[in-house]
């Protein structure tokens, strides 16, 4: 129900604000008004130029203000201990922190939203957007930081399908991608395309992990990568349609030969490959030495060789064609208590030297484009994706609604058979 | 008189209160969410009931709930019931088994099953010992039949049935049984005729508190069932994760009504057995 009113959102959104994101920056990012219940900020009248000399005053007001982060490892420690330091030091503004689940933090700003209170959190780095995306506030973030002037606009205005058009700001780069056991899987054998993929798991029957799409992203990112990859053109754009409603999808997804090829490609490659319950359970199957090759995040793979939870010897690439990528990243409620503490606090998460804290000690892919991979010590280096294939590999996902239909076809046509 | 009728309902009051916010009220929205007379709802229908039943999906995770609940409950009655009555006689040891045998009850759910995922993966310790002797393990994590969801189940479901039906067991008068042996009743028909019968409210409850809890279960599934098809408990919170609330409170009333069928057989059993034993004086 509330996806049909996220898809719906996403599909007036799209609408309101078509391509040209940058036209009025000091207009709402969606709908015909600011939406936010603290109005101490005229947010008409601020821009990248007048950013601190407006918040500043009116934040140090605000005194403190709280701030949830969800769980990956690099971006905890990044906010624990060095952007939320920094931040009190430099503002003498008090942050709350919680680390606080995306399923379990966004129904707390739902009911608070619901009854009218302010939300728990002045600012939410999370893996979803909220479901009505009005709890979010719809302001430009990415066009008036001045911490966001160089992100990759790729990464600016769209998250996993949804146009939130600047109100989420992405904080956290992360890929799907294939991981695999160099110690096992040498040379010729990496996995290059789907066919390769396909060819080594015959060769090597249960030797392949791939996460169900049912339960883990680097499984739906996959199905996501293959569709990409073996439908027609034609089909591809009608499904990376970002305002494609439920009939569209089921039209597409269930009425039309567009997914057959992919239906097709699974059902081959599950007669030799495992299927998983979730990332973390494709990697420990890896770490069992039970598969070598399998889909994973590449920041989680990182974290689970550096914690020496999977061989050294494990690394990742992109398939050819793609496998999708993006950023997670961080909204302000509109909500929220602390508009101005929160509208200062979300700059500075994008401040250069955090980011390039956070590339280097965490390999933590950065949103910002004048911070490349370079910046990650030569050792870590390797246990990432090759900058060449890094470049060219990305790809972004479909609306969620499709993203569910197609989960609940793939489910059909091919964990059913 | 009327001061007693006035009196009882507010006696009353604090315990029946207490039930109807904590247990009515949430069982009240879920149902009339499932018929979508919720927040979110668009007015009375039955087809997000009907969906549970027509959705492949959603069928098939409704069996293997069913499955989840039934098969473990099925074979931890055939060995918590021999192990009860083995509780019953006098053999060496006896007080450390007694003591033992619990152990797995304090353990919980969550723990349960990372443990059985640790020892019985591909990969994983047994297969680690094995390995030295040229062997493997089979595939009983991930497998179709969800072997090693019903194992974990198993190892956390004996004991506490067990417990139970032990003591129904030993409260039947020690003389019953030498009674009928000396009427000419075989040991099996002694059993069978005599012990069995009159313990049955014991392991009717039993059974029926064993399908319940693991009709819910969540962990076992999540960590070591099939990817497909998932319990309603995993769709339920996969669900919450989209924040499809109608899809909670559907699945979430099939699975109360299977439960409350449940519940009526066992009623309907224990009064037929209590009725039968009645008659047979």
Same mark, same amino acid.
């Given at each position: 129900?509330?996806?049909?009113c996220?898809?719906?959102?996403?599909?007036?959104?799209?609408?309101?604000?078509g391509?040209?994101?940058?036209?009025?920056?000091?207009?709402?990012?969606?709908?015909d008004t600011?939406?936010?219940?603290?109005?101490?900020?005229d947010?008409?009248?601020?821009?990248?130029?007048?950013?601190?000399?407006?918040?500043?005053?009116?934040?140090?007001?605000?005194?403190?203000?709280?701030?949830?982060s969800?769980?990956?490892?690099?971006?905890?420690?990044?906010?624990?201990?060095q952007?939320?330091?920094a931040?009190?030091?430099?503002?003498?503004?008090?942050v709350?922190?919680?680390?606080?689940?995306?399923?379990?933090?966004?129904?707390q700003?739902?009911?608070?939203?619901?009854?009218?209170?302010p939300?728990?959190?002045?600012g939410?780095?999370?893996?979803?957007?909220?479901?009505?995306l009005?709890?979010?506030a719809?302001?430009?973030?990415?066009?008036?930081?001045?911490?966001a002037?160089?992100?990759?606009?790729?990464?600016?205005?769209?998250?996993?399908?949804i146009?939130?058009n600047?109100?989420y700001?992405?904080?956290?780069?992360n890929?799907?991608?294939?991981?695999?056991?160099?110690?096992?899987?040498?040379?010729?054998?990496?996995?290059?395309?789907?066919e390769?993929?396909?060819?080594?798991?015959?060769?090597?029957?249960?030797?392949?992990?791939i996460t169900?799409?049912?339960?883990g992203?680097?499984?739906?990112?996959f199905l996501?990568?293959?569709?990409?990859?073996?439908?027609?053109?034609?089909?591809?754009?009608?499904?990376?349609?970002?305002?494609?409603?439920?009939?569209?999808?089921?039209?597409?997804?269930?009425?039309?030969e567009?997914?057959?090829?992919?239906?097709?490609?699974f059902?081959?490659?599950?007669?030799?490959a495992?299927i998983?319950?979730?990332?973390?359970?494709?990697?420990?199957?890896?770490a069992?030495?039970?598969?070598?090759v399998?889909?994973?995040?590449?920041d989680?793979?990182?974290?689970?060789?550096?914690g020496?939870?999977?061989p050294d010897t494990?690394?990742?690439t992109?398939?050819?064609?793609g496998q999708?990528?993006?950023?997670?990243g961080?909204?302000?409620?509109s909500?929220?208590?602390?508009?101005?503490a929160?509208?200062?606090?979300?700059?500075?998460?994008?401040?250069?030297?955090?980011?390039?804290?956070?590339?280097?000690?965490?390999?933590s892919?950065?949103?910002?484009?004048e911070?490349?991979?370079?910046?990650?010590p030569?050792e870590?280096?390797?246990?990432?994706?090759?900058?060449?294939?890094?470049?060219?590999?990305?790809i972004?996902?479909?609306?969620?609604v499709?993203?569910?239909?197609?989960?609940?076809?793939?489910?059909a046509?091919?964990?059913?058979? | 008189?009327?001061?007693?009728?006035?009196?009882?309902?507010?006696?009353l009051?604090?315990?029946?209160?207490?039930?109807?916010?904590?247990?009515?009220?949430?069982?009240?929205w879920?149902?009339?969410?499932s018929?979508?007379?919720?927040?979110?709802?668009?007015?009375?229908t039955?087809?997000h009931?009907?969906d549970?039943?027509?959705?492949?999906?959603?069928?098939?995770?409704?069996?293997m709930?069913l499955?989840?609940?039934?098969?473990? @409950?099925?074979?931890? &009655?055939? !060995?918590?019931? *021999? /192990? $009860? +009555?083995?509780?019953?006689?006098?053999f060496?040891?006896?007080?450390?088994?007694?003591?033992l045998?619990?152990?797995?009850?304090?353990?919980?759910?969550?723990?349960a099953?990372f443990?059985?995922?640790?020892?019985?993966?591909?990969g994983?310790?047994?297969?680690?010992?094995?390995?030295?002797?040229g062997?493997?393990?089979?595939?009983?994590?991930?497998?179709q039949f969800?072997?090693?969801?019903i194992?974990?189940?198993?190892?956390k479901?004996?004991?506490?049935m067990?417990?139970i039906?032990?003591g129904?067991?030993?409260?039947i008068?020690?003389?019953?049984?030498?009674?009928?042996r000396?009427?000419?009743?075989?040991? @099996?028909?002694a059993? &069978?005729? !005599?012990?069995? *019968? /009159? $313990? +049955?409210?014991?392991?009717?409850?039993?059974?029926?508190?064993?399908?319940?809890?693991?009709?819910?279960?969540?962990?076992?599934p999540?960590?070591?069932?099939?990817?497909?098809?998932?319990?309603l408990?995993?769709?339920?919170?996969?669900?919450y994760r989209?924040?499809?609330?109608?899809?909670?409170?559907?699945?979430?009333?099939v699975?109360?009504?299977?439960?409350f069928i449940?519940?009526?057989a066992?009623?309907?059993l224990?009064?037929?057995?209590?009725?039968?034993?009645?008659?047979?004086?």
């Amino acid at each position: 129900m509330q996806l049909k009113c996220l898809a719906a959102s996403a599909a007036v959104i799209a609408a309101m604000t078509g391509a040209a994101h940058a036209a009025d920056v000091t207009g709402p990012a969606f709908g015909d008004t600011f939406n936010v219940t603290d109005t101490s900020v005229d947010l008409s009248q601020l821009t990248r130029e007048n950013f601190y000399d407006v918040l500043v005053p009116l934040a140090k007001k605000d005194g403190e203000m709280t701030f949830y982060s969800y769980w990956p490892p690099a971006p905890l420690v990044v906010f624990q201990n060095q952007i939320i330091p920094a931040f009190e030091k430099k503002y003498g503004i008090k942050v709350h922190f919680n680390s606080v689940e995306t399923n379990v933090g966004l129904p707390q700003l739902d009911a608070a939203y619901k009854e009218g209170k302010p939300s728990p959190m002045d600012g939410y780095f999370s893996s979803d957007l909220p479901a009505d995306l009005n709890e979010m506030a719809n302001i430009r973030l990415t066009d008036i930081l001045p911490n966001a002037a160089d992100l990759d606009p790729s990464l600016a205005y769209e998250y996993r399908g949804i146009e939130h058009n600047g109100a989420y700001v992405p904080f956290h780069g992360n890929q799907t991608v294939i991981a695999f056991n160099s110690a096992f899987v040498k040379g010729d054998e990496v996995p290059q395309t789907f066919e390769d993929l396909l060819a080594y798991s015959k060769a090597n029957p249960g030797k392949v992990a791939i996460t169900s799409p049912l339960r883990g992203g680097s499984g739906s990112g996959f199905l996501t990568a293959v569709s990409h990859k073996l439908m027609s053109d034609d089909c591809v754009a009608k499904w990376m349609d970002l305002s494609a409603d439920e009939a569209a999808a089921d039209k597409l997804v269930n009425n039309s030969e567009c997914f057959a090829p992919v239906w097709a490609y699974f059902n081959d490659l599950l007669e030799t490959a495992q299927i998983t319950n979730g990332n973390t359970d494709t990697l420990n199957l890896m770490a069992n030495g039970v598969a070598n090759v399998g889909t994973a995040w590449e920041d989680l793979t990182f974290s689970y060789v550096m914690g020496n939870q999977l061989p050294d010897t494990v690394r990742v690439t992109i398939l050819n064609g793609g496998q999708p990528g993006g950023a997670e990243g961080a909204f302000i409620p509109s909500n929220t208590a602390n508009l101005a503490a929160a509208l200062l606090f979300m700059d500075e998460i994008l401040a250069p030297e955090h980011q390039a804290w956070k590339l280097a000690g965490f390999a933590s892919r950065s949103p910002k484009t004048e911070l490349d991979a370079s910046l990650i010590p030569a050792e870590a280096q390797k246990l990432l994706v090759p900058a060449d294939i890094y470049e060219e590999g990305r790809i972004s996902n479909a609306n969620p609604v499709m993203s569910r239909v197609v989960r609940d076809a793939f489910a059909a046509n091919v964990l059913d058979k | 008189m009327r001061r007693m009728a006035l009196d009882l309902p507010l006696l009353l009051l604090p315990g029946v209160g207490f039930l109807v916010l904590t247990f009515g009220l949430p069982l009240y929205w879920a149902i009339t969410g499932s018929l979508g007379l919720g927040a979110d709802g668009t007015g009375f229908t039955l087809m997000h009931l009907a969906d549970i039943f027509l959705e492949t999906k959603f069928r098939k995770g409704l069996m293997m709930s069913l499955y989840y609940a039934i098969a473990p @409950t099925v074979l931890t &009655l055939f !060995v918590a019931i *021999p /192990l $009860a +009555m083995l509780l019953q006689k006098s053999f060496p040891g006896r007080k450390l088994f007694n003591g033992l045998y619990k152990i797995p009850l304090a353990i919980p759910s969550i723990v349960a099953a990372f443990m059985v995922l640790t020892l019985i993966e591909q990969g994983g310790f047994m297969d680690r010992v094995l390995v030295h002797i040229g062997l493997s393990m089979p595939k009983i994590v991930r497998d179709q039949f969800g072997i090693g969801v019903i194992l974990s189940t198993l190892w956390k479901d004996i004991p506490f049935m067990t417990l139970i039906i032990a003591g129904a067991f030993g409260a039947i008068p020690k003389d019953m049984v030498p009674a009928a042996r000396s009427l000419g009743a075989s040991r @099996t028909r002694a059993f &069978l005729m !005599v012990e069995l *019968p /009159l $313990a +049955m409210p014991g392991v009717t409850a039993a059974t029926l508190l064993c399908f319940v809890k693991s009709i819910g279960n969540f962990a076992a599934p999540s960590l070591l069932g099939p990817a497909y098809p998932l319990p309603l408990s995993i769709q339920m919170y996969d669900a919450y994760r989209e924040g499809d609330w109608i899809a909670i409170y559907s699945m979430g009333t099939v699975l109360i009504i299977v439960s409350f069928i449940v519940l009526g057989a066992y009623y309907a059993l224990t009064a037929r057995t209590l009725q039968h034993m009645k008659r047979e004086g």
